[in-house]
């Protein structure tokens, strides 16, 4: 079992910039940033397949840069250039195997989220 814990959420105006670190109580190979708006489905943000092999929607590239400490086994979710549609909840998911970066049901383990709130 692993555990993860998100933090780092917040809210800024529009323009404005975040960090959102998870820390996982144990090394895993896939791990990714998902979000949840009220009334929509849960949607993969960016994933990291080791320390370099990173993917990201297209909705947030360019201004999201995903990275990974493997001693911290902590990942990291660099937001800049925030706008109101990237409000929502962000989760964090691990995997020790390596799997679709961007399918919910991929993911063994989750973290409780971290709200982002982008004001204008």
């Known amino acids: 079992q692993v555990q993860l814990v998100e933090s780092g959420g917040g809210s800024v105006q529009v323009g404005g910039s975040l960090t959102l670190s998870c820390a996982a109580s144990?090394?895993?190979?896939?791990m990714g940033w998902f979000r949840q708006a009220p009334g929509k489905e849960r949607e993969g943000v960016a994933g990291?397949?080791?320390?370099?092999?990173?993917y990201y929607d297209d909705s947030v590239k360019g201004r999201f840069t995903i990275s990974r400490d493997n001693a911290k086994n902590t990942v990291y979710l660099q937001m800049i250039g925030l706008k109101p549609e990237d409000t929502a909840m962000y989760y964090c998911?691990?995997?020790?195997?390596?799997?679709?970066?961007?399918?919910?049901?991929?993911?063994?383990?989750w973290g409780q989220g971290t709200q982002v709130t982008v004001s204008s």
């Open positions: 990291i397949y080791g320390t370099i092999t990173t």
């Open positions: 144990a090394a895993t190979w896939t």
């Open positions: 998911a691990a995997d020790p195997r390596s799997v679709p970066w961007n399918r919910v049901s991929s993911y063994r383990y």
